[in-house]
């Protein structure tokens, strides 16, 4: 029989069979947990067990049974959320978090109740003992149960009672630290923070602005014969770790504000001596040295106050400019545990560094304009810091800080919201062109295509990620040879791109805009693989065709032109042109060649240049030249190529003719006959006498010669 166990003093195994009833077993883990002397490992065992009991309960509850937390009372409670307290080590706590969200989750508004009175009243005890636990607890379930924890924080009386408490004479590293903590934790709630804001400013500019030497002087100002010694300092001073969580506190405070405007000084209801305070810009020069000189202690708390600190553009500005502060946060990513607050705390800041602004429609713009004539103040003019320009030098600092390789290899243990943070900062990279080489060099193609391919399609969070990371890839692949990214002693398959790339062919359904580029992205990373080998081409067209072919005739010339250069490529493949166009006795094979006839005709130059490529390499079909010659623009559509000014068409132009009147047999005489009909010898006359390129006048004279009957 399975049974539940815990172990005793001694390591040995205490079984709890499953003969006794879920109350029973519920009641005597609580008895093991409330025993004193117990090693991190039996604690966190009956933790565990308590949590699937809790977890289990929901389900049980639903069948009708009992739930095993009318045997859960305060006394219980308090057990589990004392195991949160701060000097207990960090699994146990770990452990005691996941109890305490299961207990929430089971006995819904009585835990919550239970859990109310269990903070209000440790508070009122109002020893430090019960303050480090109360603190503990409420930062611990913010995350956990936002609404019942704001309510507890914001309660009467609670955040005024903190100044006098942090500003004792004597400190308690433990109690400021576990204040600190929660603090922290509520500016994740908007009112929690309005509220941090009002009441706990001063004290935390005087934590963080704290001079030793006015400390010691005090000291002596008090009682001038005293002798001073260290000891008796560190306990009247903030801790350094304490300054800096102070400042972490301060930041997430002023990094969701606007910049306040310069106090005017003529104004008599003005005072004149203005309050000093410690600004965002500030803040991130002190977490930046902390970062620089002192990563080993120092990088939580730096890191975390610049992930909001770069929020605002003169601080991006500031970071991206300092290469020694660009490396070191390279290398605390580097050396963050996987999955850790450090590691997304510092990709977020890679991620602030390099966010382009969204693009907007031609619509939107006018509405943003609009509003800027709107507003008198020009408050919601763009600010320049955060323009593409900007962007993109910071961009290329980052980048030159050697980013890429640390991404490359983190990608690999990375939870889901850290890949979406490193997918995040490859799309921005990928943006210049120049980058892209090195990006592929480094890896971040094989990264990519992993991301796409692991991230589950199913999930909705990962559809945009998705299509991310996909986008990123499709910029890399338009700039580099697919034969050397691809290639190598361990080379990535080509086809793993094809999917990912075509995943993003058509535009996004969901979206609120229609946004075209990730199309016109992908159809040329598309037609940069098509021109590797009859392999990728094959598979292109086995994934993608039927979304290819609806993209001939968009309603965008871009992304027509796009889809042509991406077709021109496919038919250099004797097996697709044969089955996708030659085949005309096929009726989806004559509309298809309908189609591409009638681009070569195209207002856009890069259209009929595509659309004449994949002509020349189609009417080596005998199919393809009666078709053409047969069609009633055809022949003049071949011509008005010949006669185009650009060179390149006019290339193609007289390629394709020649292809068409040096077929043999009948359908030979028919294209000579329909060109001849359509002054094709005048045509080629005219291409001999005003091309300068020699290849083009040889293709013409033999034209001249078919038509004339001289071959």
């Known amino acids: 029989m399975a049974s539940v166990s815990t172990m005793g003093p001694h390591g040995q195994t205490n079984p709890i069979h499953n003969d006794l009833g879920r109350e029973d077993q519920t009641?005597?883990?609580?008895?093991?947990?409330?025993?004193?002397?117990?090693?991190?490992?039996?604690?966190v065992e009956s933790l565990g067990k308590l949590t699937k009991l809790l977890n289990d309960d929901v389900e049980a509850t639903k069948k009708g049974e009992k739930s095993i937390t009318t045997v859960i009372d305060s006394d219980c409670v308090d057990t589990i959320l004392c195991y949160l307290d701060m000097r207990q080590s960090d699994i146990v706590r770990g452990h005691a978090a996941l109890c305490t969200s299961a207990y929430l989750k089971a006995a819904s508004d009585d835990g919550s109740k239970k859990l109310s009175a269990f903070f209000l009243d440790r508070v009122q005890r109002g020893t430090y003992d019960d303050y480090?636990?109360?603190?503990?607890?409420?930062?611990?379930?913010?995350?956990?149960?936002?609404?019942?924890?704001?309510?507890?924080?914001?309660?009467?009386?609670?955040?005024?009672?903190?100044?006098?408490?942090?500003?004792?004479?004597?400190?308690?590293?433990?109690?400021?630290?576990?204040?600190?903590?929660?603090?922290?934790?509520?500016?994740?709630?908007?009112?929690?923070?309005?509220?941090?804001?009002?009441?706990?400013?001063?004290?935390?500019?005087?934590?963080?602005?704290?001079?030793?030497?006015?400390?010691?002087?005090?000291m002596y100002a008090t009682d001038p014969d005293m002798t001073v010694q260290e000891g008796s300092v560190s306990m009247r001073r903030h801790s350094i770790h304490v300054q800096n969580l102070a400042a972490v506190v301060l930041t997430k405070l002023r990094a969701v504000q606007p910049d306040q405007a310069p106090p005017n000084l003529s104004d008599p209801s003005q005072p004149r001596i203005q309050p000093a305070t410690t600004s965002v810009e500030d803040l991130s020069k002190k977490f930046t040295q902390m970062l620089i000189k002192d990563p080993e202690h120092s990088s939580q708390a730096s890191v975390e106050g610049l992930a909001y600190a770069s929020i605002r553009s003169k601080v991006k500005e500031e970071l991206a400019g300092d290469p020694e502060f660009l490396k070191s946060l390279v290398k605390t990513l580097?050396?963050?545990?996987?999955?850790?607050?450090?590691?997304?705390?510092?990709?977020?800041?890679?991620?602030?560094?390099?966010?382009?602004?969204?693009?907007?429609?031609?619509?939107?713009?006018?509405?943003?304009?609009?509003?800027?004539?709107?507003?008198?103040?020009?408050?919601?003019?763009?600010d320049p810091l955060n323009d593409n320009e900007h962007v993109s030098a910071?961009?290329?600092?980052?980048?030159?800080?050697?980013?890429?390789?640390?991404?490359?290899?983190?990608?690999?243990?990375?939870?889901?919201?850290?890949?979406?943070?490193?997918?995040?900062?490859?799309?921005?990279?990928?943006?210049?062109?120049?980058m892209r080489g090195p990006l592929a060099q480094q890896g971040a193609v094989r990264l990519l295509i992993g991301a796409w391919t692991n991230l589950p399609e199913n999930d909705p969070k990962n559809m945009t990620v998705r299509r991310t990371a996909a986008q990123a890839l499709a910029r890399v692949l338009i700039s580099t040879n697919p034969m050397l990214v691809f290639g190598g002693s361990r080379a990535?398959?080509?086809?793993?791109?094809?999917?990912?790339?075509?995943?993003?062919?058509?535009?996004?359904?969901?979206?609120?805009?229609?946004?075209?580029?990730?199309?016109?992205?992908?159809?040329?990373?598309?037609?940069?693989l098509a021109a590797v080998d009859d392999d990728t081409r094959r598979t292109i067209v086995r994934v993608a065709w039927k979304d290819i072919e609806e993209l001939l005739l968009y309603n965008n010339p871009r992304i027509t032109t796009a889809a042509v250069e991406l077709v021109c490529n496919i038919v250099q493949s004797p097996e697709e042109a044969e089955s996708l166009f030659a085949d005309t006795s096929k009726p989806q094979a004559q509309t298809r060649l309908k189609i591409l006839v009638a681009l070569a005709d195209a207002e856009d130059a890069a259209t009929r240049s595509a659309a004449g490529g994949a002509l020349a390499a189609l009417t080596g079909y005998e199919s393809v030249v009666k078709a053409i010659a047969e069609r009633e623009r055809g022949p003049e559509i071949i011509l008005g190529l010949c006669e185009d000014d650009n060179e390149d068409l006019r290339h193609r132009g007289v390629f394709v003719l020649l292809n068409m009147v040096a077929c043999e047999g009948q359908t030979g005489k028919l294209a000579r006959e329909k060109f001849m009909s359509k002054g094709g010898v005048e045509i080629m006359r005219g291409v001999v006498t005003r091309t300068k390129r020699r290849e083009i006048v040889e293709l013409a004279v033999q034209c001249l010669k078919l038509l004339l009957g001289k071959e």
């Open 27 to 43: 009641l005597l883990l609580f008895a093991h947990l409330m025993e004193g002397g117990k090693e991190d490992e039996e604690t």
């Open 132 to 218: 480090i636990v109360a603190f503990c607890v409420a930062a611990t379930i913010f995350p956990i149960v936002p609404d019942l924890t704001s309510e507890l924080f914001l309660s009467e009386g609670f955040l005024p009672s903190l100044g006098p408490l942090m500003r004792r004479k004597w400190k308690s590293r433990k109690v400021e630290t576990a204040c600190l903590e929660m603090l922290n934790a509520a500016c994740m709630h908007s009112h929690c923070r309005e509220a941090v804001q009002k009441y706990c400013t001063d004290w935390l500019e005087e934590i963080v602005d704290q001079d030793t030497e006015q400390v010691i002087e005090s």
């Open 334 to 382: 580097e050396s963050a545990p996987p999955r850790s607050p450090l590691m997304y705390g510092a990709l977020s800041i890679f991620v602030n560094l390099t966010q382009y602004r969204p693009a907007l429609t031609e619509e939107q713009k006018r509405i943003s304009q609009l509003k800027a004539y709107a507003d008198a103040a020009g408050k919601l003019q763009p």
């Open 394 to 434: 910071r961009c290329k600092r980052v980048f030159e800080a050697g980013v890429t390789p640390v991404l490359v290899t983190i990608s690999k243990t990375s939870s889901v919201a850290s890949l979406t943070l490193i997918i995040s900062v490859l799309n921005s990279l990928s943006m210049t062109p120049s």
């Open 492 to 528: 990535t398959p080509m086809s793993t791109a094809i999917r990912p790339l075509v995943h993003i062919l058509l535009p996004d359904q969901t979206a609120d805009t229609r946004d075209l580029l990730p199309t016109f992205e992908s159809l040329m990373a598309l037609t940069n």
